[in-house]
Nanobody, 124 residues
Framework: QVQLVESGGGSVQPGESLRLSCVAS????????IGWFRQAPGQEREFVAAISWTGAPVNYADSVKGRFTISRDNAKNIVYLQMSSLKPEDTAIYYC?????????????????WGQGTQVTVSS
């Protein structure tokens, strides 16, 4: 069973960039799809991006397409979420989650292991 730890969150101004990292422990990382989800105050947790256990396909929410890029480095047990052109509406706690042999689904119930989250705040 993998365990996940997110990092890289912070406070930035609109238009700036951040790179989130999801570091996994355990040898089974390479057999798990990893998804990124976010939850803003008072809102439901929502899908952001996901990458298949094989590295493809990758999927994005419409709200982040063209601005966010997900990638994985199995040698380092890390999945990155590169976020560019950040907007105030991107402010949320960002979580990564693992889905064994997953194909990068947007369905949260498929993900059985979750990290603790990292805060991203976009404000001028």
């Amino acid at each position: 069973q993998v365990q996940l730890v997110e990092s890289g969150g912070g406070s930035v101004q609109p238009g700036e960039s951040l790179r989130l990292s999801c570091v996994a422990s355990g040898r089974a990382f390479s057999t798990h799809a990893i998804g990124w989800f976010r939850q803003a105050p008072g809102q439901e947790r929502e899908f952001v991006a996901a990458i298949s256990w094989t590295g493809a396909p990758v999927n994005y929410a419409d709200s982040v397409k063209g601005r966010f890029t997900i990638s994985r480095d199995n040698a380092k047990n890390i999945v990155y979420l590169q976020m560019s052109s950040l907007k105030p509406e991107d402010t949320a706690i960002y979580y990564c989650a693992a889905d064994e042999y997953g194909l990068g689904s947007w369905i949260q119930l498929k993900y059985k292991v979750w990290g603790q989250g990292t805060q991203v705040t976009v404000s001028s």
